[in-house]
């Protein structure tokens, strides 16, 4: 290893150990807390990956992935661990979650704007453009296609209403065109499971990245970046069922989230603190 490249991992140690130590002293409760997770596998993205914004299982053992820069979805093969298709949808923007819902990829741009790509395999720039009524404030940084043919979508910020004693999930009918103005989903701040955090603080609480649906229970499992950590929430009454804390020394900046149809749970990680990555982890 060269002196350089140690210097990287230096620097990034010392980084994760800073933000960790952080939110021991001022954030989190540690005294009964467990590692509740085990990383399974890894892959180290390429530069092309390197700000990694979202992804989503595209079968076959590849995931579509997306940056936050351009407008490209990145098809990942896992078992060959390099990118093996580009599809570019759209210029430039700032791309932060993309899903699959019948066959259409929807990516969602951090100012509410979805885009509708219907065949990454035929010419590309085919995509429909769908602007919602989100706006910067808002950062939208996570979508999420329901069993029920509607797109879930996680503000990072602000409440459509800029109110309330929770975080707001909100649900788009692609069918009708419909945004619900009022939230499909509620996670409360004032759910006892975030009892395990020394902090009152809305902004640290929860702060979605990306959210997907877990196969077998519909669950929702929820990521956050800031404060890493995956809330796993029933999807009809919004109450937390676990909040699984993710060590910064492991996840530096995770973006990223999707299942498998047969479980398999995948996180991604910009290369913000050293390499982008995707990390197969299973939850206990």
Not at 68 to 83: C, N, P, Q, T, V
Not at 88 to 105: H, K, P, Q, S, V
Request: net charge negative; proline share 5%.
């Amino acid at each position: 290893m060269t002196k350089w490249a140690i210097g990287i991992v230096v620097t990034v140690l010392i980084l994760a150990g800073i933000i960790y130590a952080v939110y021991e002293n001022n954030d989190y409760d540690f005294s009964d807390a467990e590692k509740s997770y085990e990383i399974v596998e890894e892959w180290e993205l390429p530069g092309e990956l390197r700000e990694v914004s979202g992804m989503e299982w595209a079968g076959e053992d590849k995931i579509a992935c997306i940056q936050d820069e351009d407008g490209i979805i990145f098809i990942y093969d896992l078992k060959a661990s390099r990118i093996v298709k580009q599809y570019r949808f759209d210029a430039g923007g700032d791309y932060e979650a993309i899903t699959l819902l019948e066959d259409n990829y929807w990516v969602a741009e951090s100012n509410g704007r979805l885009l509708r790509v219907e065949d990454i395999n035929g010419p590309e720039g085919n995509s429909e453009e769908v602007k919602l009524k989100f706006e910067y404030r808002n950062n939208i940084e996570g979508i999420a296609a329901s069993d029920a043919g509607d797109l879930w979508i996680s503000v990072k910020d602000r409440n459509l209403d800029n109110q309330g004693d929770y975080k707001g999930i909100y649900s788009f009918n692609p069918e009708t065109g419909i945004l619900d103005m009022d939230p499909v989903l509620k996670v409360k701040y004032n759910d006892p499971e975030f009892d395990v955090f020394r902090t009152s603080n809305p902004r640290k609480l929860i702060r979605p990245s990306d959210l997907c649906f877990e196969p077998s229970t519909g669950d929702v499992h929820i990521l956050d970046a800031e404060f890493q950590k995956i809330l796993v929430v029933n999807r009809n009454s919004g109450k937390i069922k676990k909040i699984h804390l993710l060590d910064p020394a492991e996840f530096p900046q995770p973006e990223g989230i999707c299942f498998s149809p047969s479980g398999r749970l995948f996180v991604s990680n910009e290369g913000k603190f050293g390499a982008p990555t995707i990390k197969e982890i299973k939850l206990q």
